[in-house]
């Protein structure tokens, strides 16, 4: 099916422009701080009441607005400044299914999948206005390229990715591997990277044409990462202790062994440095980009969510059943655990521009602050913002 490419003009084209815009400027004003400072340790800001359960939290990093869905098919937005709560009720059935959450800065739109009613719900970030697009079944993960708008929902139950148009909500399918069960976007060349977690392949979907290739992995690959600086995808083998490295050139691929039950993935750009979360061995895995060559890192109990700050090259681990976030100081790998007051951590995300990090309990149905580390900050951020991204060769 031929899809209609949006050019960088227009009133996309300002919209893009204002995200790249405002990074920068977000960016020049934290430059200001002193670069030379210690690292200090984060803290408990506040905690902030949920809805039953709540099993995903991802952030707005432009309107410093947090959304977390709960099994109560509740979204909750979280003001980042006042840390008042509003509910956004999605009217569908309450559900025990995990389902994927998804932010487009650029639209200011949220998305998020409804596993059991095959479908993504869509929320204006101003008005709260919804409207749902079909899926197929069981959508379980979800990828935004901002600067094209479109959406990519990987269906679980149909080996199937929906593509969405973000400005119409259309859609289109493009057939995978069995269980498509995490996907990610190269913002450069505008691949499409989807883990099949029962065929053991990766699918590659060209973001133009939809035209697909298939790559070997390694046994249940279950998370999936790109490096867009470097033109690198790293797929974690949930059942083979290992990351499957592909060269987005050539699609030759290289495997990394890493520790028991890799489940979560998150690659900084700016250092070349990817971490793996290894979930019954309690470590993670910090992989150097250039050489593949590894670093285990211990942690709290079943670490899982991990995200990172890459302004201060930061690590954040929600260590599941350990009821604390570990953070990773990316310089020296040390290991620093900070309690957040959950009985289960389910999940974790940090704003870089408030230095605020944010994780949910899932027992406690709530959202513990935290003050980040006061690290330096990168100096090659700056650059490669303004450089890279600002030429709108990036999402």
């Given at each position: 099916m031929e899809?209609?490419?949006?050019?960088?003009?227009?009133?996309?084209?300002?919209?893009?422009?204002?995200?790249?815009?405002?990074?920068?400027?977000?960016?020049?004003?934290?430059?200001?701080?002193?670069?030379?400072?210690?690292?200090?340790?984060?803290?408990?800001?506040?905690?902030?009441p949920l809805g039953d359960h709540p099993q995903t939290v991802v952030v707005n990093i432009l309107t410093n607005k947090i959304y977390t869905i709960d099994n109560s098919s509740d979204v909750t937005e979280i003001d980042g400044i006042t840390n008042s709560p509003t509910t956004i009720p999605l009217g569908l059935p309450a559900t025990n299914s995990v389902n994927a959450m998804a932010v487009n800065p650029i639209s200011n739109k949220i998305y998020t999948t409804s596993v059991d009613t095959n479908q993504v719900s869509v929320i204006d970030g101003v008005t709260h206005a919804l409207s749902f697009v079909p899926?197929?079944?069981?959508?379980?993960?979800?990828?935004?390229?901002?600067?094209?708008?479109?959406?990519?929902?990987?269906?679980?139950g149909s080996a199937t990715v929906t593509?969405?148009?973000?400005?119409?909500?259309?859609?289109?399918?493009?057939?995978?591997?069995?269980?498509?069960?995490?996907?990610?976007?190269?913002?450069?060349?505008?691949?499409?990277?989807?883990?099949?977690?029962?065929?053991?392949?990766?699918?590659?979907?060209?973001?133009?044409?939809?035209?697909?290739?298939?790559?070997?992995?390694?046994?249940?690959?279950?998370?999936?990462?790109?490096?867009?600086?470097?033109?690198?995808?790293?797929?974690?083998?949930?059942?083979?202790?290992?990351?499957?490295?592909?060269?987005?050139?050539?699609?030759s691929s290289t495997t990394v062994p890493v520790g028991t039950f890799p489940s979560g993935i998150a690659v900084n750009p700016f250092t070349n440095n990817i971490y793996v979360t290894n979930r019954l061995d309690n470590t993670?895995?910090?992989?150097?980009?250039?050489?593949?060559?590894?670093?285990?890192?211990?942690?709290?109990t079943l670490p899982f969510h991990l995200d990172i700050d890459v302004l201060r090259n930061q690590i954040y681990v929600g260590d599941f059943a350990g009821a604390a976030i570990t953070t990773i100081d990316g310089a020296t790998n040390t290991p620093t655990t900070v309690p957040t007051g959950n009985?289960?951590?389910?999940?974790?995300?940090?704003?870089?521009?408030?230095?605020?990090?944010?994780?949910?309990?899932?027992?406690?149905?709530?959202?513990?602050?935290?003050?980040?580390?006061?690290?330096?900050?990168?100096?090659?951020?700056?650059?490669?913002?303004?450089?890279?991204?600002?030429e709108g060769d990036n999402d």
């Open positions: 899809q209609h490419k949006p050019q960088i003009s227009g009133t996309h084209g300002a919209g893009i422009k204002k995200y790249f815009s405002a990074i920068a400027t977000c960016l020049a004003s934290c430059i200001v701080l002193p670069i030379a400072v210690m690292a200090s340790a984060q803290t408990v800001s506040t905690t902030v899926t197929g079944v069981n959508p379980v993960a979800l990828a935004v390229s901002r600067s094209k708008n479109r959406i990519y929902a990987a269906n679980f593509v969405i148009n973000g400005r119409d909500n259309t859609t289109s399918t493009v057939a995978v591997g069995a269980e498509p069960d995490g996907i990610a976007i190269n913002r450069k060349t505008d691949q499409i990277y989807v883990a099949n977690f029962a065929s053991n392949n990766v699918t590659v979907i060209d973001g133009g044409t939809l035209a697909t290739q298939t790559i070997s992995a390694g046994s249940g690959p279950f998370a999936v990462e790109v490096n867009s600086a470097t033109n690198k995808i790293y797929v974690a083998n949930l059942l083979g202790s290992s990351v499957t490295v592909i060269d987005g050139a050539t699609n993670v895995t910090v992989i150097d980009g250039q050489s593949n060559l590894t670093t285990t890192v211990a942690v709290g009985v289960i951590v389910n999940g974790v995300v940090v704003n870089p521009f408030t230095n605020k990090i944010y994780a949910i309990g899932l027992i406690e149905n709530d959202v513990t602050v935290l003050n980040g580390v006061d690290a330096p900050l990168s100096r090659r951020v700056l650059p490669l913002i303004e450089g890279s991204l600002g």
